[in-house]
């Protein structure tokens, strides 16, 4: 997506919030390290956004991500692979209950984000930014500073091995 | 060559594939079993990758960023007689702008339609300014 006008913080909270928070939340597999992490990217955006001149914004935004995460690993020397809560559904935020069907997609994806987190970083971040946060390839390329076949080989293997992990 | 043509499976399946490729592909899988396979467990995990729950932003991490007093609002419901002043003057101006066309009113007028369209109570209902506001920011 291309940006042609510069956006406020709060526009790029408000739009991206979420997105960014999911993005963290899969990589880390960890509520708190999620809410630290997207918290770090958005502070970051913050100061970034006074020197962003028009271009690719999701290729600005998630290069700032994943160089947020990459620093909070080298930080906290922090092993990729954290090890999950006990009850992933206990940060859905849902005020009122959720219906059975919802419940047990969460149950479903307890295992799916367990496999995410024993893929290589490579893969789990490209197989994240698509699948989850649903950029393009190119757009990936654009955020990881690789090739678009790069990309393309990282997100099949990483799901290669995902189906792998679940059978 | 198995893997070559495997490998272009989730593209495949993401559209990222050229025309060229794609074809290649269809034209391998109608005689390769294995790389059928290959593109159904792909299909597989892409699909359940999809469907992963899509998690709200935490209020406590809003709230660290100031953010709250700009989204909180918004998701209450306003007072009571806001939400009639604000559907009296939208029948207002709706019954006004519908008499005498006048540009100023089409917005609104706009407004007022697409809510009927997505409301199971017809012209009788008027749009509640919270609701309409809230659904933009959630966008």
Do not use: C
């Given at each position: 997506m291309t940006e042609e006008a510069p956006i406020s913080w709060e526009e790029v909270a408000r739009t991206h919030g979420r997105k960014i928070y999911n993005f963290a939340y899969r990589l880390t597999g960890n509520p708190d390290d999620a809410a630290d992490l997207a918290q770090d990217v958005l502070l970051r955006v913050r100061r970034g956004l006074e020197?962003?001149?028009?271009?690719?914004f999701e290729g600005w935004l998630w290069?700032?991500?994943?160089?947020?995460?990459?620093?909070?690993?080298?930080?906290?020397?922090?092993r990729p692979t954290t090890p999950l809560p006990e009850h992933l559904d206990r940060t859905n935020l849902a005020s009122t209950p959720a219906p059975d069907d919802v419940l047990a997609s969460i149950r479903l994806g307890d295992d799916l984000q367990k496999a995410l987190l024993a893929l290589p970083f490579d893969?789990?971040?490209?197989?994240v930014m698509c699948d989850v946060i649903g950029l393009s390839y190119d757009e990936i390329a654009a955020a990881v500073s690789v090739p678009v076949g790069t990309v393309r080989s990282?997100?099949?293997?990483?799901?290669?091995m995902l189906r792998e992990s679940l059978s | 060559m198995i893997g070559h043509v495997g490998e272009l499976a989730s593209a495949y399946l993401d559209g990222e594939t050229t025309p060229e490729e794609s074809e290649r592909l269809r034209r391998h899988l109608a005689e390769c079993d294995d790389c059928r396979d290959e593109v159904a467990d792909i299909h597989m995990a892409r699909s359940a990758l999809r469907a992963m729950p899509i998690l709200e932003v935490p209020v406590e991490l809003l709230e660290s960023l100031d953010l709250v007093p700009n989204v909180v609002p918004l998701r209450k419901r306003p007072p009571?007689?806001?939400?009639?002043?604000?559907a009296a003057l939208i029948m207002f101006v709706t019954f006004a702008a519908a008499l005498t066309p006048d540009p100023v009113g089409v917005p609104l007028i706009q407004v007022?339609?697409?809510?009927?369209?997505?409301?199971?109570?017809?012209?009788?209902v008027v749009p509640n300014v919270g609701a309409v506001r809230a659904e933009r920011i959630r966008e």
């Open positions: 020197s962003y001149t028009p271009g690719s290069r700032i991500t994943r160089n947020a995460f990459l620093d909070d690993v080298r930080r906290k020397k922090r893969f789990r971040e490209s197989v990282r997100i099949h293997r990483g799901r290669k | 009571m007689w806001i939400a009639a002043a604000a007022s339609h697409e809510y009927q369209e997505q409301s199971s109570l017809g012209s009788a």
